[in-house]
């Protein structure tokens, strides 16, 4: 049978027959070694940054190696992007089919479950990585697997599973990308009750009848869309005022809103005090002292960088830390080591670490060959600027949420003069169109002295899609006056635009 699953280009490719043996490569056999082998790149983690950084120096023609201590692929294949939009793309293709009047009759039945989580597994290829260790041969990138320490300047040491060591050396750079993990609060005895980490919660194979979910941000509301549509009874705890904290306040209400309606109970300002297990069933007493009972308990409570073991100490950094890096992704004070991706903690998002990942490979490149970075060269590629301004991030719950740069909050705490507009989504023509009875916002902040857009925030089914304009407008510095001839299709809801536009002239 085939596996499907992500390629660092960002696409989905199937495996071809042929499976490669970890350290299958066109250069030299690590496995016949024992002396320090040599590469011009050593990258530490092959998450989807780890093998687009490892993209990038193969095609600059550097030699390269890819640590992996797990599955190649990284978190965002097996656990996290892939898996959990595999989940929700049924919840939200039914709920906007029942907002599309003749058509809604036909959809009220519940999901087939099996069928959903049959489908998510296909899209993490069983939790097997054959189909991208096979396209890491075809790159002529080296695989260890095994855990992977810095052991001082410029090496890497490897411990295989069967024991084995590798030392590599590296010529040009060392690039971390190891990632993140679930971050559990403090409670006495919650190893022992088996928490739901993002992990469980991506890869689970039944709905428990009921869930408790502690967390207000992304993976917290989109995990109770999925579960509560699954069948599962979810209770959000939310220790502040709502959910999504980071984007526009009225992104976590209406998402409130909609999860409420689906039958989950919402409960903000309240935290877990102490939680265990009575037989098979979670027992949390809350900060309001109530208790609250489930079969199962997630805890989405943020992460924290792989950083703890992985050598830092050996060239004077701090173990478990994140890594502080410049824009070219190369970590403030060295000459060669490079932090990409979550473990910088710029932006933990795949496409920015992918962004990051294309930067950081050119600048490797460059320097080897000793060429001077350029902040902006024909593609764009020696700083990663967008880090600092236009990041985009969509959360695929129902309704939408998605949003680049600043927030209103965001841009006055950065100094900025800044006018804010808002549109309810309801006043588009197309909006009405796709979906009967459309809900949804938007929010464009603009510099006042610069007139070009510092952020925009859309919430509404379907604006996942959207959200690319608006990156182009962000990142391109667009001034609002162009806008006006940039014509969005009749009748879209890109005309949301128009209506933006409206609202900043006349307000
Ligand atoms: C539930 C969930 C859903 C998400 N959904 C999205 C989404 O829809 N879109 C999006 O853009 N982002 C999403 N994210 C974020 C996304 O998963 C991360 O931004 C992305 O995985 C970061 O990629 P990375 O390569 O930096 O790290 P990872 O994907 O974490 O990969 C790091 C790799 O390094 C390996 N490693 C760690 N330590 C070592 C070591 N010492 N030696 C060898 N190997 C090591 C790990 O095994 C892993 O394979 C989601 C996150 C979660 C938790």
Not at 138 to 165: K, M, N, T
Request: proline share 5%.
């Amino acid at each position: 049978m085939p596996v499907c699953t992500t390629s660092p280009t960002g696409g989905v490719f199937r495996a071809r027959t042929r499976v490669a043996t970890a350290h299958t490569s066109n250069q030299t056999d690590p496995m016949t070694e024992t002396e320090s082998i040599a590469y011009d790149v050593v990258v530490l983690g092959a998450g989807p940054v780890g093998e687009n950084v490892a993209d990038r120096a193969r095609a600059a023609g550097l030699s390269t190696a890819v640590v992996e201590s797990e599955l190649v692929g990284g978190e965002c294949s097996y656990w996290a992007c892939m898996p959990s939009k595999a989940l929700l793309r049924p919840v939200i293709a039914r709920a906007d089919a029942r907002r599309v009047p003749g058509l809604s009759q036909a959809v009220q039945g519940p999901l087939d479950v099996p069928a959903v989580l049959a489908h998510r597994d296909y899209y993490t290829s069983q939790w097997k990585d054959d189909g991208q260790v096979d396209w890491l041969n075809g790159i002529g990138a080296v695989l260890y697997r095994g855990h992977g320490r810095l052991a001082g300047p410029r090496a890497v040491s490897v411990e295989g599973a069967d024991g084995e060591q590798h030392r590599l050396t590296a010529r040009h750079a060392v690039a971390v990308c190891t990632g993140t993990r679930a971050q559990l609060p403090d409670l006495p005895g919650l190893a022992q009750i088996k928490p739901w980490t993002s992990r469980e919660a991506t890869s689970a194979h039944a709905a428990p009848g009921r869930l408790i979910v502690v967390g207000g941000g992304v993976v917290a509301t989109e995990m109770a869309t999925a579960w509560q549509a699954f069948g599962s009874q979810v209770t959000v705890l939310v220790r502040g005022k709502g959910l999504l904290p980071r984007m526009e306040p009225f992104a976590g209400e209406l998402v409130a809103e909609a999860l409420k309606e689906a039958g989950a109970e919402v409960r903000t300002g309240t935290s877990v005090a102490s939680v265990t297990r009575e037989g098979s069933t979670v027992v949390v007493l809350t900060n309001t002292g109530d208790r609250i009972e489930a079969d199962e308990i997630l805890f989405a409570t943020g992460r924290v960088p792989h950083t703890d073991d992985i050598g830092l100490d050996t060239i004077g950094l701090e173990p478990g830390s994140w890594l502080d890096v410049d824009d070219s992704l190369r970590v403030v004070g060295s000459e060669w080591l490079y932090a990409v991706g979550d473990v910088n903690h710029r932006a933990l998002l795949t496409h920015q670490g992918k962004y990051q990942a294309r930067i950081a490979g050119a600048a490797i490149a460059a320097r080897a060959a000793g060429v001077p970075l350029l902040e902006t060269d024909r593609w764009g590629a020696h700083a990663a600027t967008a880090d600092h301004a236009a990041v985009p991030q969509v959360v695929f719950t129902d309704p939408e949420a998605a949003a680049v740069g600043l927030s209103l909050a965001e841009a006055e705490q950065a100094g900025h003069r800044v006018r804010a507009v808002d549109v309810d989504m309801s006043s588009v023509a197309g909006a009405g169109l796709y979906a009967h009875g459309y809900r949804g916002k938007a929010r464009m902040v603009v510099d006042s002295d610069r007139e070009i857009i510092l952020g925009l925030t859309l919430v509404g089914p379907g604006v996942g899609e959207l959200i690319h304009s608006a990156s182009v407008a962000v990142a391109g510095e667009v001034p609002v006056n162009r806008l006006w001839h940039a014509v969005p299709s009749y009748p879209t809801v890109s005309e949301v635009w128009l209506r933006l536009l409206e609202a900043y002239r006349d307000a």
